[in-house]
């Protein structure tokens, strides 16, 4: 409980150092925008299937069985000449037939060889074919990809190029496009979000300027959190009366200047001669009862 007293007036000493840094947080940043830095390069991611850009392994070779050879018996000598002829004839004969039979089977080992090295070539075209179709396919759409980041860009850097040469013009639309951008860089806390609404008037070269900030029922009256161990629970400590109308009147003090320094600052070549202001905020006006914009 001691640690979660500690987070929560951790909290609320954040909320009061962010509203009272509201017109600092602006002084020390130049709030001019360089148009020239809205400008983009298209940045193309690199091409994923990069898998499909290797050839297909070739198959491996499929030798020829070596061909058989004929081996004979030796003919006998001496007198087994005489009496070992016809078991020599005979061994003769059988090698002779062992000798076709094999050639036969080499034969066929050989069809099949061949034949294997066929399929292999046909299912290395077949798949050689598909893998060229399908980088083609992806090559085309990571160029089609890559063509549409650069119209994107294009369009992009011809648009802050139109700005840059209406803004030089002072062409109104231009102006109020390059206030909006001006005010979409003020950064305000998440606690107390501020809203800006605006008009240029060329004639007078005016801005009406209106901006709205959170009601003062909308922000914390919780001066610190306090934790009672006898009844082991934490309860708050209010702000005073005053404390609460003072911190809120200097935040939209602070706001106003803010806007003011913001919009003055970034016109560097003074299109904007006056700025009339109006700040205030988003509540139910108490003498109409009505739901409206209540300037202060």
Sequence with gaps: ??????????????IAEDLEGILAATLDVDDFVDLESLKVKAVH?????????????????????????????????GLFSVFGRKKYEKSVVEARATYESECEEWRIAIQQAEAMRVEAAVRYEEEEQQRLANLRIELDRYDAECAQREQVATEQNRAVDDLIANLGYGVPEAIEEYIGIVISNAIYPDHFPVNHEYSFRPDSAELSLRVSAPAPDQMSTVKAYKYTKATDEITEVPMSTKACKDRYAGTIHKVALRAAHEIFEADRRALIGTISLEVGTHAINPATGVSGFIPF
């Design 1 to 14: 409980m001691a640690a979660e007293v500690e987070r929560l007036n951790l909290e609320l000493s954040g």
């Design 45 to 77: 991611p690199p091409f994923l299937h990069s898998q499909l850009e290797i050839e297909t392994p070739r198959p491996l070779p499929v030798p020829d069985p070596p061909a058989p050879t004929l081996i004979e018996p030796l003919p006998p000598k």
